[in-house]
Each structure stands twice: as structure tokens, then as C-alpha cells.
């Protein structure tokens, strides 16, 4: 009897460690499937997060390019209207510069003029 009861319980640990040994590899393949769902879901989220990141990147990069491009036009306009009061100013200043000199040139004229004048009366009268 007691190698009777010794088959049987040796054929009973076997037949349940096979049975544990199943559950372990259900419990295995489950785990691995729910991580590989995961890591699925996680992926695709990611880029789902990247595609709106680099969407908005592009929306943010365009509206300040086109602020840029205002900015740099009205800054363009500014200095032309600058340059133009500049050249006006500056084409005022010559003009009046101009007058006065031609004005100063005139008076010297005048003054050369008479004193000739009087220098050649003055020789008229000494040879008479």
C-alpha cells in the first residue's frame, strides 16, 4: 500500500504542477497582451500630442512672420518719410545759403562797382 500511495501522490504533485505551470503561462500571455495594448495606446497618443505640437508650432511660426513683415514695412515707411523731410530740410538750407552768398557776392559787386566808378571819376578829373 505504501507504494500505491506513493504513485498517487506523485502522480497527483505532477498532474498539479502542470496546472500551475499552465495558469503561469495564461497569466504571461494576458500581461504581455495588456502591455502590448498599452504601449499601443501610449504610441498613439504621443503622436497625436506631436502632430498638435508641431500644428501649432507652424500657426505661431506664420503669425510672426507676417507680424515681422508689418513691422519691417511700417519701419520702411517711417524711414523713407525721414529721408524725404531730411532731403526737403537740407535742399531748404542750400537754397538759403545759396541766396545769401549770391546776396553777400551782389553787395561785394556793388561796392567794387562804385569804388571803381569813383576811382575812374577821380582819374577823369586829375587828366582834365
Same mark, same amino acid.
Given at each position: 500500500?505504501?507504494?500505491?500511495?506513493?504513485?498517487?501522490?506523485?502522480?497527483?504533485?505532477?498532474?498539479?504542477? +502542470?496546472? @500551475?505551470?499552465?495558469?503561469? !503561462?495564461?497569466?504571461?500571455?494576458?500581461?504581455?497582451?495588456?502591455?502590448?495594448?498599452?504601449?499601443?495606446? =501610449?504610441?498613439?497618443?504621443?503622436?497625436? !500630442?506631436? %502632430?498638435? =505640437?508641431?500644428?501649432?508650432?507652424? %500657426?505661431?511660426? %506664420?503669425?510672426?512672420? #507676417?507680424?515681422?513683415?508689418?513691422?519691417?514695412?511700417?519701419?520702411?515707411? %517711417?524711414?523713407? #518719410?525721414?529721408?524725404?523731410? =531730411?532731403?526737403?530740410?537740407?535742399?531748404?538750407?542750400? +537754397?538759403? !545759403?545759396?541766396?545769401?552768398?549770391?546776396h553777400g557776392i551782389k553787395? @561785394?559787386?556793388?561796392?567794387?562797382? #562804385?569804388?571803381?566808378?569813383?576811382?575812374?571819376?577821380?582819374?577823369?578829373?586829375? @587828366?582834365?
Amino acid at each position: 500500500m505504501k507504494l500505491t500511495l506513493g504513485r498517487v501522490l506523485t502522480l497527483a504533485l505532477l498532474l498539479s504542477t +502542470g496546472m @500551475v505551470y499552465a495558469q503561469v !503561462a495564461t497569466d504571461t500571455k494576458k500581461a504581455a497582451e495588456d502591455t502590448g495594448h498599452a504601449t499601443k495606446t =501610449a504610441a498613439k497618443d504621443t503622436a497625436n !500630442a506631436t %502632430d498638435k =505640437a508641431a500644428h501649432k508650432t507652424a %500657426d505661431a511660426t %506664420d503669425d510672426a512672420a #507676417h507680424k515681422t513683415g508689418h513691422a519691417t514695412k511700417v519701419a520702411a515707411k %517711417d524711414t523713407a #518719410h525721414g529721408t524725404e523731410k =531730411a532731403a526737403d530740410k537740407t535742399a531748404d538750407a542750400t +537754397g538759403k !545759403a545759396a541766396k545769401k552768398t549770391g546776396h553777400g557776392i551782389k553787395k @561785394v559787386g556793388k561796392d567794387v562797382g #562804385h569804388g571803381v566808378k569813383e576811382g575812374a571819376d577821380k582819374t577823369a578829373d586829375a @587828366v582834365k
